[in-house]
Nanobody, 122 residues
Framework: QVQLAESGGGLVQAGGSLRLSCEASGNIFSINDMGWYRQPPGKERELVAVITRRGSADYADSVKGRFTITRDNAKNAVYLQMDSLKPEDIAVYYC????????????????WGQGTQVTVSS
């Protein structure tokens, strides 16, 4: 019974900033990688950023230098700080977590947030 709750989306002007938050809740033993994906209108879902349990992060080339992903393991949360937003960033953003439910069996389940809309005016 794991659920990911997202917040922080909205409408901003080009060059502005938003901070997305995602918190996982439920019967969680541990969470390995966490990440953010986005789906622009009419396009396929794509990886934006991923972060390991220890805090090592990787980014898509399109957001490198503008977005920063962080996490708080004590809160089972992941964040995405988005600066210098462009109209090309318009999309529904989804958080993702690879969750281990039982310490007896080390198997990762993928869980997804419901999505939050990011709109950037030109």
């Amino acid at each position: 019974q794991v659920q990911l709750a997202e917040s922080g989306g909205g409408l901003v002007q080009a060059g502005g900033s938003l901070r997305l938050s995602c918190e996982a809740s439920g019967n969680i033993f541990s969470i390995n990688d966490m990440g953010w994906y986005r789906q622009p209108p009419g396009k396929e879902r794509e990886l934006v950023a991923v972060i390991t349990r220890r805090g090592s992060a990787d980014y898509a080339d399109s957001v490198k230098g503008r977005f920063t992903i962080t996490r708080d393991n004590a809160k089972n949360a992941v964040y995405l700080q988005m600066d210098s937003l462009k109209p090309e960033d318009i999309a529904v953003y989804y958080c993702n977590a690879r969750v281990v439910l039982d310490e007896d069996i080390r198997y990762e389940y993928d869980y997804w947030g419901q999505g939050t809309q990011v709109t950037v005016s030109s």
